[in-house]
């Protein structure tokens, strides 16, 4: 028996978007990740030798890699939300075979709608889980930021 779906074609089970969620924050999450670890270690080395001899450190370079990370996280999510609303697949949905469309007439978002689904995904996701664990129990299977943005993930056909 096939599960519920629209009239553009079969929601995306769950699985298959945690997949791509997984898959999309390595990418978005990894190198902004990393930058903004070595600053803070840089960070919290000087503080600690501060603390220890007295004697005063130049922090600058470790504020500047943190900084760093944070626009490039910014960066990667504006893009990759960019591509997701224009062509409807980010990396980790082209990998798991769904996309996001319009929920009213199944074509793609926009480019400006995909930033802000991303935006909503991971400012939700990071907040509450509950935003990222609807679809198990929404009827038109949608996360809240597809709800705010109107939109629906399907399996391609």
């Known amino acids: 028996m ?5 009239p553009f074609g079969a929601y995306a089970g769950w699985g298959a978007r945690l997949g791509a969620y997984i898959i999309d924050s390595l990418i978005v999450g990894v190198i902004p990740g990393v930058l903004y670890i070595i600053g803070a270690s840089k960070l919290v080395s000087a503080v600690l030798k501060n603390t220890k001899d007295g004697t005063q450190i130049n922090v600058g370079s470790a504020i500047t890699f943190m900084v760093i ?19 409807g697949r980010s990396p980790g949905k082209a990998a798991l075979h769904i996309r996001v469309v319009n929920l009213y007439d199944g074509g793609p978002s926009g480019g400006g709608l995909g930033m802000g689904r991303w935006l909503c995904r991971y400012t939700f996701n990071g907040i509450l889980l509950l935003g990222f664990l609807w679809p198990l129990w929404d009827e038109q299977k949608q996360s809240w930021a597809d709800k705010i943005c109107n939109t629906i993930v399907l399996k391609d056909a």
């Open 69 to 87: 990370g944070i626009v490039v996280l910014l960066a990667l999510l504006l893009l990759l939300g960019w591509r997701e609303g224009v062509t």
């Open 2 to 6: 096939p599960g519920p779906s629209s």
